[in-house]
Structures are given as C-alpha cells and as structure tokens.
C-alpha cells in the first residue's frame, strides 16, 4: 500500500507519518508538502533514513506536479491546508486559496489518476459545524448537523468538505471525510494555544487569554486522531462523515490553570487580551459512529497526563521551538500579542 499524504510536514501530518511507518511496517508513505510556514522537515529528521518514505516538495494547487506525485499511489489522505483561525481572520486569501481551491484541484488530479476508484480521505474539521451555546452542555456535533461555518478558516475548510462529498456523489468517487476536534501533543506551531502557553510560560511571558476565558474546545491526543484517520483509511466506508473526538471539553480557562498548574506557574501569568473576532463559543463532538461502525475510540488523549506528557515534550524541545519561533513568526506574534 502506497499512500500519499498531503501537508506531511505540519503537526498532525508529521505524527500520521510516524504514526504509520510504526504501525504498518509493508506500507509506503509520500509526504506531498509545499512547505509553508508551518510546515517543518525537521518534524520527521528521525524518519529521514526510512525507505519507506519520501518527500515531495509541491503544492496542492499544481495539478502538474500532482499528476506526477500521484502515479503508484493506492490512497491519498489529504491534511494539507492553512491552519489557524487567527490568521485566516488577519487574510482570508492563503486560505480560500488552499483549503477550497487546493483541494479541487487535488480532487480533479486523483480522479484523473485513478478514476476516483482509489480512497480519499479528506481531513475536515469539528469548525465546520460553527458554535454550539454554553448553556446546554448536552447538546454535541454529530456527522448530521447542518455546517455552519463561522470563520474564514472554517468557511474555507467547509468549502473543500462539500467539494469532496460532491465528487462522491457527483463522479461516484471512494471518498470519506473526517471532522476532528482541537489536537495537542508533540511539535505544534506555537501560533496555537497549547504550545503558544507552554513556551511562552518557559521562556518567563504571560499567556494572553482571549476574552473570558469560558470558551470551550474539545481535546484530543494528535495520536489518537491520527489512529482515527488511519482507521477510516482502512474500514470506512465510502461517501461516509465520521467525526472524531475525545469527549474531553476544558473552557479555555480550565486548560490554562492545568498548564499553570503542571508548571508550577501562578495566575498572575495569565494576561486577559480583547477577544478574538466571532470568537466560537464551544465544540463538543458526538463520537459515536465512528466507536460503532469502526471500532475506534481514543486511548492516548486521557487528562491530565496527556497535557503533563506534551508539556514535558517542549520542555525537553526547547531547540525545536526556539527555531520554530525564530524569524518570521516574531513578527507574527508582536502583531497579534504586541511583543
Ligand atoms: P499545520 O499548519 O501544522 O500543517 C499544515 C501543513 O500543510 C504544513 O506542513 C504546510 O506546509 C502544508 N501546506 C499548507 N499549504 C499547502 C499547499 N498549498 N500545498 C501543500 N502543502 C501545504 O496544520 P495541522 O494542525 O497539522 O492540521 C493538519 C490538517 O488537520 C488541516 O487540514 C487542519 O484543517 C486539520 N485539523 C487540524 C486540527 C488541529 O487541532 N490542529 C483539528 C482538526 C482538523
Ligand atoms: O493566544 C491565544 N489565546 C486564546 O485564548 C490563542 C492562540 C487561542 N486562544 C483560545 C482560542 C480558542 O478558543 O484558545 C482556543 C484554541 O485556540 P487555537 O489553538 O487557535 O485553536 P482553534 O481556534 O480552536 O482551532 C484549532 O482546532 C480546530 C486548530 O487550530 C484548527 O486547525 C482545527 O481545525
């Protein structure tokens, strides 16, 4: 089985390679990764050597260089894409660019390869269901709720999320989608709130918590979504959604007084900051179907040992994300939080 990955070089991709090479020793994987940003070779520096592996420096929105990268290949699983809301609210561009029109074009180069009798998984997200109230803690996201999409970066992954359904209904092409929650665990961009706060609190700096602090996210182990896009890969059935979660919800304030808490931090590290725009108020996921119907449920994601593992991940990585924080994201950062 050879399969091709897109966004390999990013946090979750990176996991999924190291992920796969450990747990299906006769498959290949083809890293497809334009390298952006927040895509990073030295996520996978350990698997380098691997003949199993290969890197593609290219660009889901070059049907040229997909048409080559794609000859062989049994699978694609597609996870590349802008990733933070935060920038997408500062240009919506980059995002609709890649994250919609990359993935047709993706779309349209496998279906050339393969005719669409090849699985896709496309990487979607719980964002584009929108915001669920605080007040009724019992309602959750199910692979049946409306989308309603209430960022660009969620507007923009919705787009290539209807586009992969309309190509399975519209040329019959195998293709599954996955909708996820908020990951953590080992080399996430510090852009995103559980690094940004681990790093910040170790290099001595405030964390800036957006309004107050009650919005609530679902949390899960990059390992255990990884298994879940594995596990669709492998059993799930074409044309299906399947949402995956941990059933894990913190408001943002319970996640930071437990990172506080496992660095031996005080709340005056905390620095309230004006909320972010059209700010989603909680998402929770309805796992259900995908525990039914393929046997998967999460076993890496359990609270707080988790958390305490992946705060001593960049505890012991400092190199890794002074690297990552050097250079073009110190402007990043005194645009968003003022330095
Ligand atoms: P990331 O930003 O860490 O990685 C994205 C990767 O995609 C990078 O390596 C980047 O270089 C690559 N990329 C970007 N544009 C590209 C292009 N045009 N062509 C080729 N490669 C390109 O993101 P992540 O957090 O690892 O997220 C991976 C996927 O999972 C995304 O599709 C995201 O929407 C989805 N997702 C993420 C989460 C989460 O909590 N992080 C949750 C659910 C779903
Ligand atoms: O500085 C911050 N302060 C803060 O309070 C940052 C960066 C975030 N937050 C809050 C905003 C959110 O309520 O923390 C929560 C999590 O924020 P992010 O880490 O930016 O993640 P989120 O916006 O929830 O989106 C993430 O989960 C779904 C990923 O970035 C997406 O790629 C994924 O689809």
Known sequence: MHILLTGGAGFIGSNFVRLLLRERPDYRITNFDVLTYSGNLENLSEIEGDDRYAFIRGDVRDAAALDKALEGVDAVVHMAAESHVDRSIMDSGPFIDTNTRGTQVLLDAWRRATGGKKR????STDEVYGSLPLENPEIKFTEATPLDPSSPYSASKAGGDLLANAYHHTFGMDICTTRCSNNFGPYQFPEKVIPLFVTNLLDGKQVPLYGDGKNVRDWLHVDDHCEAVLTVLE?????????????????????????????????????????????????AIDAGKIK????????????????????????????????????????????????
């Open 120 to 123: 896709f998984v496309y990487v």
């Open 235 to 283: 059993k799930g059935t074409s044309g299906e959604v399947y949402n995956i979660g941990g059933n894990n919800e913190r408001s943002n304030l319970e996640l930071t007084r437990s990172i506080l808490e496992i660095m031996g931090k005080g709340e005056e590290m905390i620095r309230y900051v004006e909320d972010r725009l059209g700010h989603d108020r909680r998402y």
């Open 292 to 339: 039914r119907e393929l046997g998967w449920q999460p076993t890496r994601s359990a609270w707080p040992k988790a958390l305490e593992d992946t705060v001593r991940w960049y505890t012991d990585n400092r190199p890794w994300w002074e690297r990552v924080r050097s250079g073009a994201y110190q402007d990043y950062y005194a645009n968003m939080y003022g330095g």
